[in-house]
T-cell receptor, first 112, second 114 residues
Framework: DSGVTQTPKHLITATGQRVTLRCSPR?????VYWYQQSLDQGLQFLIQ???????AKGNILERFSAQQFPDLHSELNLSSLELGDSALYFC???????????FGSGTRLTVV | GENVEQHPSTLSVQEGDSAVIKCTYS??????FPWYKQELGKRPQLIID?????GEKKDQRIAVTLNKTAKHFSLHITETQPEDSAVYFC?????????????FGTGTQLKVEL
C-alpha cells in the first residue's frame, strides 16, 4: 500500500457520460498530480495541485477538470466521455513539489 | 519546460545479462532524477533516484549514473531476472521551485528471457 488512495479502481461508463475520480494523498503530502496512461503509452501529465491551488497544467482536455479540497483530497472530473478517454488514470502525491512522488493504484476507466 | 528522452523503447536480454536504459534531459536546472518500474496494470513504483550532487548511486543489482555536463543519466540492472521484466520510466525535475512536476521519459519495455 503506497498510502495514496484512488477510488474507484474500475469504472465502466458509456460515451457522453460524466465521471468523477477521487484521490486521497499520503498523510502530510500537499501536492497532488494526475496522469493519464492509455494502453501501451507513457504517463501523460494532466494537472497538479499544491495545498489547494492549481500549480501546473499539462495536456488536459477542456472536457476534464480537477480540484483539490481543503482536506487535500483531489477529484478529477471527466465529462462528455469519448471512447478514446479509456485509460488508466493515476494520481500521485509528494510532500514537496516534485520530490518523493508516490503513485496510487490507479482508476481504470473504460468508455463503451 | 523540461523534456526527457528515453532509449531504447524496448529491450530484450537473456537472464543473467545486464540491461542499460539511457535518458537525456533538457533543463540544466533539473537536479533530481528518479526511476520508476511499472508492472503490467500496476502503479509505477520508485526503484532508485539520484540527486545532481552525486555521480552514481547503487542499490543491490540496480545503479544509476548521472552526467550533468552531458545532461544524461542511465539505469543499470545487473544479473537480470525474469521479475525485472516491466516498463521502466526515467524522470527529471528541478527541485525547490514552485509549480514544478516530474517530467517522465516515454518508457522502456524490458523483457528478460529465460
Amino acid at each position: 500500500d503506497s498510502g495514496v488512495t484512488q477510488t474507484p479502481k474500475h469504472l465502466i461508463t458509456a460515451t457522453g457520460q460524466r465521471v468523477t475520480l477521487r484521490c486521497s494523498p499520503r498523510s502530510g503530502d500537499l501536492s497532488v498530480y494526475w496522469y493519464q496512461q492509455s494502453l501501451d503509452q507513457g504517463l501523460q501529465f494532466l494537472i497538479q495541485y499544491y495545498n489547494g491551488e492549481e500549480r501546473a497544467k499539462g495536456n488536459i482536455l477542456e472536457r476534464f477538470s480537477a480540484q483539490q479540497f481543503p482536506d487535500l483530497h483531489s477529484e478529477l472530473n471527466l465529462s462528455s466521455l469519448e471512447l478514446g478517454d479509456s485509460a488508466l488514470y493515476f494520481c500521485a502525491s509528494s510532500p514537496q513539489l516534485g520530490y518523493g512522488y508516490t503513485f496510487g493504484s490507479g482508476t481504470r476507466l473504460t468508455v463503451v | 519546460g523540461e523534456n526527457v528522452e528515453q532509449h531504447p523503447s524496448t529491450l530484450s536480454v537473456q537472464e543473467g545479462d545486464s540491461a542499460v536504459i539511457k535518458c537525456t534531459y533538457s533543463d540544466s536546472a533539473s537536479n533530481y532524477f528518479p526511476w520508476y518500474k511499472q508492472e503490467l496494470g500496476k502503479r509505477p513504483q520508485l526503484i532508485i533516484d539520484i540527486r545532481s550532487n552525486v555521480g552514481e548511486k547503487k542499490d543491490q543489482r540496480i545503479a544509476v549514473t548521472l552526467n550533468k555536463t552531458a545532461k544524461h543519466f542511465s539505469l543499470h540492472i545487473t544479473e537480470t531476472q525474469p521479475e525485472d521484466s516491466a516498463v521502466y520510466f526515467c524522470a527529471a525535475i528541478p527541485l525547490g521551485g514552485g509549480g514544478n512536476k516530474l517530467t517522465f521519459g516515454t518508457g522502456t519495455q524490458l523483457k528478460v528471457e529465460l
